[in-house]
């Protein structure tokens, strides 16, 4: 058992043992084997440089576009936050004038002063009700010198404009509005607004004390509660709207409240930072969660005439922003990425373009180094692969010709020596290749036709003249192994590109078997050339024969040398092949020496 030290010090594969511990090697192989395409292929050289270019420029692009455009959006939103703090703020002012408008109404109606005076609370009610209905007022209170109620109403039923007895407990003279009015009557002023927590909930009152002969003898109150307040702010701001009393605890808001005291989940408390940021006369922005919805909140001091009564918050969705931030961010990316991978495109054809002709190239160069003399660029293109292929072609043009003309002398060297055999080999490469042309082989298998018939009778350059050219010497199996063109393989040490399988040379096992046989075709063919070549062109003892009486003669042994197909095959060929061989000076040349030789 291992102990816990080895257990703590064991490697990460020692805990994720099987195919999870293999993961990390297996993913280092293959980061080395796509470090290794650059090198081993030029595509990737070309390529490579262009994908990488181009995802740094994608995601480059992808983030400043998503950046300037998240900025954009914050930037708009920070500035309908501003305007929608400005058109509250305005709210607020339009209805405290609105109040004082409704107290000086009132004040200076006919008769308002002497019954405030007379405390007749019937008069008072039938000269205010008209102005209050007139100006939609919510609460409206006329109070004595000494603060007590003479006439309070307020709005029941807003459609009809009906009013009622206000009948709760509260008492108006130790308001702060009331006081402050009253307070400041003998300078001039005599009017005062704040926010006052009435039985009812909180309302903006707004005071005006009514003089005679230089004395106060009443205060008149206009109020509107802060639910009405707010609501009529978040009609003209577009945003929810938060009012704060001096408890900085929410007095009034337009956000759905929690039905339990204590919930998170619609928190609008301002952090501490406000006060802050109120004392140095600003105001302080923050994105807070609320019902779970990000919003952007902006607090502010609520101001009349200066004067400060409190704290609001004007909130907006942030939501719209993070969305227009996914949706600009994957935008950019699809689009970006569509570019890359145009680019990448354009990039793997402009590198195929370059490369095929590379790899025709250097296809065509392995296969000359392999000794496959017929392989050929054949790039058709005017610029420099093209030249380069051009003179890559010429050269093996150049090379398979003397390749060929070695064998040709190589096969002469045999042949100079035997009057019998001499240009018996090249004229059996040369019927052999157009036999090849004839059942439309490729130029590969074309040229080993005719190397092969070059050097079917190679295996006599072993043998010295000393005996070979003594006929009489040899026994007749010797003599008949030599005159009658033994199938030889081709050399051992030839190119294994270049030289015709040994299995397609063997000689085939039925004469009368399909002249295509796999495996057997070149043997075959380099067979029937030979046998021809033979017969038409045997030793002057014999006579020799016409091309009519060598084909005549192939006909009667039919399946024993020759199977139908390849002799109708030579048939076909025959009448080209003796007109080459009657004006090919190459051919004619060797006739005539044969001729000179047999006199």
């Not at 008769?111 to 405390?119: F, M, Q």
């Not at 190397?451 to 003249?465: E, N, Q």
Request: with cysteine; hydrophobic share 45%; net charge negative.
């Amino acid at each position: 058992m291992r102990s816990r030290a080895f257990r703590r010090s064991a490697p990460f594969a020692f805990h994720l043992p099987g195919r999870f511990g293999r993961m990390p090697g297996a993913i280092a192989s293959l980061i080395a084997k796509l470090a290794t395409l650059p090198g081993r292929h030029l595509r990737w050289k070309i390529v490579l440089p262009y994908a990488f270019l181009a995802l740094i420029l994608g995601c480059a692009a992808t983030y400043l576009a998503t950046g300037v455009i998240t900025s954009s959006l914050r930037e708009r939103s920070d500035n309908q936050l501003v305007e929608s703090a400005r058109v509250s703020a305005d709210t607020l002012a339009r209805l405290e004038r609105k109040h004082l408008e409704t107290v000086r109404a009132i004040i200076f109606s006919d008769g308002v002063p002497g019954a405030i005076d007379a405390r007749d609370s019937v008069q008072l009610g039938t000269l205010i009700e008209g102005t209050a209905a007139n100006d939609e007022v919510q609460y409206l209170q006329v109070l004595d010198a000494s603060g007590q109620r003479l006439k309070a109403i307020h709005l029941t039923t807003p459609k009809t404009v009906e009013y009622s007895d206000i009948t709760d407990s509260d008492t108006p003279a130790t308001w702060p509005p009331v006081q402050q009015a009253i307070a400041t009557a003998p300078t001039g002023g005599g009017k005062a607004t704040a926010i006052v927590e009435t039985a009812g909930g909180p309302v903006l009152y707004t005071a005006g004390v009514v003089g005679s002969g230089g004395r106060v003898i009443g205060v008149v109150l206009i109020g509107t509660s802060l639910q009405k307040l707010v609501a009529e702010m978040k009609a003209e701001s577009l945003a929810d709207v938060t009012i704060f009393g001096d408890e900085q605890t929410p007095s009034a808001t337009s956000f759905v409240q929690p039905s339990e005291a204590g919930s998170k989940e619609a928190d609008l408390s301002p952090p501490p930072e406000a006060a802050s940021a109120f004392d140095g006369g600003g105001a302080y922005r923050e994105q807070r969660t609320i019902w779970g919805r990000d919003y952007n909140v902006l607090y502010a001091p609520l101001l009349i005439q200066g004067a400060r009564i409190g704290t609001y918050s004007v909130a907006l969705p942030a939501d719209f922003i993070v969305e227009a931030q996914d949706a600009a961010r994957w935008k950019m990316a699809i689009l970006f990425g569509i570019a890359m991978l145009a680019v990448l495109a354009i990039g793997f054809y402009i590198s195929r373009a370059i490369t095929r002709p590379v790899d025709r190239l250097m296809s065509a160069a392995e296969q000359v180094s392999g000794g496959d003399f017929t392989a050929r660029a054949n790039i058709e293109s005017q610029d420099e692969i093209g030249r380069l292929g051009a003179a890559i072609d010429n050269m093996t043009d150049t090379l398979q010709g003397q390749y060929l003309g070695t064998l040709r002398a190589l096969a002469s060297a045999v042949a100079n020596k035997d009057p019998v055999t001499l240009g018996h080999s090249v004229r059996v490469g040369q019927l052999a290749a157009m036999l090849g042309r004839h059942f439309q082989l490729d130029e590969r298998t074309i040229a080993q036709l005719e190397m092969g018939g070059y050097l079917h009778d190679l295996g006599k350059i072993g043998i010295r003249d000393s005996v070979r050219l003594k006929l009489e010497a040899l026994t007749p199996q010797q003599r008949n192994l030599l005159e009658h063109h033994p199938h030889l393989d081709l050399l051992a040490s030839a190119n294994e590109g270049t030289r015709v399988p040994l299995d397609s040379l063997r000689k085939p096992a039925s004469y009368s078997a399909a002249f295509n046989e796999q495996g057997t075709i070149v043997a075959r063919i380099v067979e029937a050339a030979d046998l021809y070549d033979a017969v038409r062109l045997g030793d002057s003892q014999l006579g020799g024969f016409t091309s009519e009486q060598a084909l005549t003669f192939l006909r009667t042994h039919v399946g024993a040398v020759i199977s139908i197909g390849m002799l109708e095959a030579l048939a076909a060929v025959v009448p080209a092949w003796e007109q080459r061989r009657a004006s090919d000076p190459m051919l004619q040349r060797l006739l005539v020496e044969t001729a000179l030789d047999t006199k």
